[in-house]
């Protein structure tokens, strides 16, 4: 079965009480298991997707802002210590080798001991650790590509697309960035951040940040609108808004979001939430 499961929504590493988790999908595709990003709650969400960790296959890491990798290391392990042996790839940008070792040192002690005490293949033996940059990155059955887009301020921010018997690509945190419709062209699901600029002062004025964190917002994502003209100008066969802001505002609804697409694109939008199934 070919499906895609939005694991966590929420753009931003903050979660509040029955919100939204942070960004981490699941894509299952010709019977590779490939996780897409991993922030806070990641395992507990393949979990209840159905997953069983053994089977650990493929990780990708678009960037390496909290709310993408701040649970990666804990899946991992506790993939490992649900019975995972055998080889994970972890494929990220610039800076994820130095993630992987910071995260093997610090739990070193609780590691030694299970591989002593519990006869585990060292963590070592099981994950190997891949740093890409735009272009082709995997070939073959399952062929995925990057194509670096702007998240001011970090350098190393990439989409990614996946290609077997259906097409999927992922924009992963970009500002509104045209090249993005050609690398997606004719995908048959596009699965974009987005943002309502209403919602902007609101959060603004809720974290206290000011006018540095409404900069951010507005040079590094993407308006809802501006996601569906990638759609449309991609010739994508469903748009999926993810990484949202906000995602937990209940003054903003489904219909928002919606209305914004709508004055651009007719086709097919879909607005993400935790735990959402797509079939393939």
């Not at 988790?21 to 209840?48: F, H, I, N, Q, Y």
């Not at 591989?115 to 650790?129: H, K, N």
């Not at 596009?190 to 040079?219: C, N, Q, S, Y």
Request: aromatic letters at 6%; proline letters at 6%.
């Amino acid at each position: 079965m070919n499906r895609l499961v939005l694991l966590g929504t929420k753009g931003g590493p903050a979660i509040r009480a029955k919100g939204a988790m942070p960004t981490s999908t699941l894509l299952e595709l010709d019977g590779r298991r490939v996780v897409v990003d991993c922030g806070l709650g990641v395992t507990k969400a393949l979990v209840e997707a159905g997953m069983d960790l053994k089977t650990l296959d493929l990780i990708f890491i678009t960037h390496l802002h909290s709310d993408h990798i701040l649970e990666l290391g804990p899946l991992i392990h506790t993939a490992w210590t649900t019975g995972l042996n055998t080889p994970v790839t972890l494929y990220g940008p610039e800076g994820i080798e130095a993630y992987w070792q910071g995260f093997l040192q610090s739990l070193a002690y609780d590691i030694a001991i299970r591989v002593e005490d519990e006869g585990r293949t060292p963590l070592t033996e099981l994950i190997r650790v891949q740093t890409y940059a735009e272009g082709p990155v995997l070939t073959g059955d399952l062929a995925v590509s990057a194509l670096w887009v702007p998240h001011p301020p970090l350098q190393h921010c990439y989409a990614l697309r996946f290609d077997g018997s259906k097409s999927v690509t992922l924009s992963g945190d970009t500002a509104y960035h045209p090249p993005l419709a050609e690398f997606a062209k004719g995908a048959d699901v596009l699965l974009h951040e987005a943002m309502l600029p209403e919602a902007v002062e609101l959060i603004v004025k809720k974290t206290g940040l000011g006018d540095k964190l409404r900069a951010h917002l507005f040079a590094a994502h993407t308006k809802a609108d501006d996601c569906a003209r990638i759609a449309q100008a991609a010739g994508v066969g469903q748009l999926v808004l993810n990484h949202l802001i906000p995602a937990d505002d209940p003054r903003f609804t489904a219909e928002d979001w919606y209305q914004r697409c709508a004055t651009v694109w007719n086709g097919p939008v879909t607005l993400g939430y935790d735990g959402l199934e797509l079939l393939l």
